[in-house]
């Protein structure tokens, strides 16, 4: 078995969600597969799905699909278009600091476990953000404390930020649901059916 946890592209109901009719990738696979991804979830429930789901069960490998920095810390009263291009420099840490956080942690946990993984950036960790930030944002990952303990070898892309030579999954994403709707389509799930499993970190 393994594991999926994510964010809405690899919903488990993804033709529901999107009301598309859209094969999510994870059900082409003919290996039995435990996804616990949701819609609109940050990194915070992603790590916490990923706990909850290996208890009591034999895991061949777990795949993490890490989703948009800012939802950790999203505030209800905010839409987050607005906020991001108004993000404080201390909102902006400790938004950075909480994910990196939960990174590590996660991999901790997966190692002590003798668990095989795989982490992806699946999108943009900030989206909206002025081009003034770029620089912060690539300043303050590479200057993380976590930063050198992150295992490069086991989480695709990293340091993510384009400008520190990182990836995101997003960025091999060869359709979109429609030009409003920016959601994987189904070429894109058709190609992460294709290659996750089988090439993984040689993506």
């Given at each position: 078995m393994i594991i999926v946890a994510g964010d809405s592209n690899h919903h488990p109901k993804y033709s529901d969600y999107t009301k598309n009719n859209i094969s999510v990738w994870t059900d082409m696979l003919d290996i039995?597969?435990?996804?616990?991804?949701?819609?609109?979830?940050?990194?915070?429930?992603?790590?916490?799905?990923?706990?909850?789901?290996?208890?009591?069960?034999?895991?061949?490998h777990v795949y993490v699909f890490w989703s948009e920095w800012y939802r950790v810390l999203k505030t209800p009263n905010k839409e987050s278009q607005e906020w991001l291009q108004t993000i404080s420099d201390e909102e902006f840490k400790q938004i950075a600091n909480l994910n990196i956080n939960l990174f590590y942690s996660l991999q901790s946990a997966l190692k002590q476990m003798n668990l095989n993984y795989t982490f992806y950036q699946d999108l943009w960790p900030w989206?909206?953000?002025?081009?003034?930030?770029?620089?912060?944002a690539?300043?303050?990952?590479?200057?993380h404390p976590l930063y050198d303990?992150?295992?490069?070898?086991?989480?695709?892309?990293?340091?993510?930020?384009?400008?520190?030579?990182?990836?995101?999954?997003?960025?091999?994403?060869?359709?979109?649901?429609?030009?409003t709707n920016s959601h994987y389509?189904?070429?894109?799930?058709?190609?992460?059916?294709?290659?996750?499993?089988?090439k993984g970190m040689s993506l």
């Open positions: 039995e597969v435990d996804n616990v991804s949701k819609s609109g979830v940050g990194n915070d429930f992603i790590c916490d799905a990923v706990l909850r789901s290996i208890q009591q069960k034999q895991i061949d989206p909206h953000m002025k081009i003034d930030k770029m620089f912060e690539a300043k303050f990952i590479i200057q303990l992150i295992d490069k070898d086991r989480f695709w892309g990293w340091p993510i930020h384009p400008d520190l030579g990182g990836r995101c999954l997003s960025n091999l994403q060869h359709d979109q649901l429609s030009d389509g189904q070429k894109t799930h058709d190609f992460l059916a294709k290659n996750i499993i089988d």
